[in-house]
């Protein structure tokens, strides 16, 4: 079963990690400054920590997010089946494997709020397993399900978070999803055990604005699998301990492409400049948006809890 280690801050105000046991928090006894720090250092700490009573409870603390930077963090797009369909491509086809990244500043814990930029206008969610990297990869590899663990240490939520005004009209994705808290992550990094793995292929994501359901879907329904995506990513990136992969979002998110054909007509009628200005003002007309007082809810567990990420709850000012 997996070890749901957390980063928070305590009553004392000290940041510190520790292992979720039950409804409470066995501290690690060592301090570590980064996630690559934990990584590289922790297991025999944490493994200690899972043998002890929770000493603190979990409304004692405040979670902040595992992911500490500096790190890599890698995205996917349009990895699941309906996500595709929905964005007028074909998933059976595998035509190629999108890859961007958000910036490290980007980061925030899985309880803060995330203020919307003066700026934008259509702030988007996107609900996303987040695998975790154990081990540097500077140069191509050939992973197999077997050899995953040795370089995957474990998985967090993540919350792409994505100006669309801001990533589509100005072909920005780095600018559009990487502004100053557009990346909740946590509240755990669930450490996996060997057999663990397989259920990677078996975790539900749902996310929910306002306590309704806006995504629902099983990783199952992932186009381009963990093992593909890390041998590809290996090509042209490398990654270290504490770096993260964002693996794609289901889905129902705000953002309502034209179809493929509707397209078609619309460059042929329009200007570029003229195209994404009808995109923003369409778009504009969407309630799914995030604005303020909005509150986000991101949850990926397996049905049978062995995986458990746990809750995010992100209100957006």
Request: hydrophobic share 40%; aromatic share 8%.
């Amino acid at each position: 079963m997996a070890t749901n280690i957390i980063r928070y801050r305590g009553p004392d105000e000290v940041i510190a990690w520790g292992v979720v046991t039950g409804s409470g928090i066995s501290p690690l006894a060592n301090t570590y400054t980064t996630t690559a720090d934990l990584i590289n250092h922790g297991e025999a700490d944490w493994r200690m920590a899972l043998a002890q009573p929770a000493s603190l409870r979990m409304n004692q603390v405040i979670p902040l997010s595992p992911i500490t930077a500096p790190c890599r963090i890698i995205c996917q797009g349009a990895n699941y089946r309906q996500h595709m369909i929905e964005s007028g491509l074909n998933p059976d086809e595998k035509t190629f494997n999108i890859f961007f990244q958000k910036s490290d500043a980007s980061i925030n814990g899985p309880v803060e709020p995330v203020n919307i930029p003066d700026n934008v206008r259509l702030l988007d969610y996107e609900v996303e397993l987040g695998l975790v990297f154990k081990r540097a990869i500077h140069g191509p590899i050939t992973l197999t399900n077997e050899t995953l663990p040795d370089y995957v240490i474990g998985a967090v939520i993540g919350n792409d978070l994505s100006a669309r005004d801001i990533q589509l009209p100005q072909g920005q994705w780095f600018k559009g999803k990487s502004y100053r808290g557009f990346c909740p992550l946590g509240p755990y990094i669930a450490i996996f055990e060997p057999g663990d793995f397989t259920y990677l292929d078996a975790l539900t994501l749902t996310l929910l604005v306002n306590n309704q359901i806006r995504q629902l879907d099983e990783t199952r329904n992932l186009v381009f699998k963990p093992v593909e995506s890390i041998n590809e990513l290996s090509t042209f990136s490398d990654v270290d301990p504490g770096d993260v992969l964002l693996t794609g979002t289901p889905s129902g998110c705000a953002l309502r492409a034209p179809s493929p054909g509707r397209r078609r007509v619309l460059q042929f009628l329009f200007s570029e400049s003229r195209l994404w200005k009808i995109f923003v003002s369409t778009q504009s007309k969407r309630t799914q948006y995030l604005k303020s007082g909005d509150v986000v809810t991101a949850m990926i567990a397996s049905a049978d809890r062995v995986i458990d990420l746990g809750q995010q709850e992100t209100r957006i000012i």
